[in-house]
């Protein structure tokens, strides 16, 4: 299945490092994916455009987790020339990803 039937997610972006939050649409899914959605299959699935760290921090009183992303933007909104310099597609991408 995949990730965008049980959850949503929202971006943010501050300099070349964006956050991607991913918001459980029933709370009952979180310990699911907090086994499933790793900060390395993160990594991994957006590992083109994600070149530094990933860091996944939990909110499980929200069923939500953040995923801060960094080296993610390329170079940062003002410097890079992607077509989406502040990442908001890449909340879309990885609601596509298989758990």
């Known amino acids: 299945m995949k990730l965008r039937e049980l959850a949503h997610s929202r971006t943010g972006d501050k300099g070349n490092t964006l956050n991607i939050s991913v918001i459980c649409h029933d709370a009952q899914h979180y ?17 083109d455009v ?32 992607a077509l989406d310099a502040h990442g908001k597609s890449l909340s879309s991408a990885l609601m596509g990803m298989d758990v």
């Open 50 to 81: 994600v070149l530094g760290d990933v860091v996944r921090y939990e909110l499980p009183r929200l069923a939500a987790f953040n995923f801060v992303l960094g080296n993610a933007l390329g170079g940062g909104v003002t410097r890079s020339l």
């Open 31 to 47: 310990d699911y994916l907090r086994d499933a959605l790793t900060a390395e299959r993160v990594k991994a699935f957006l590992g």
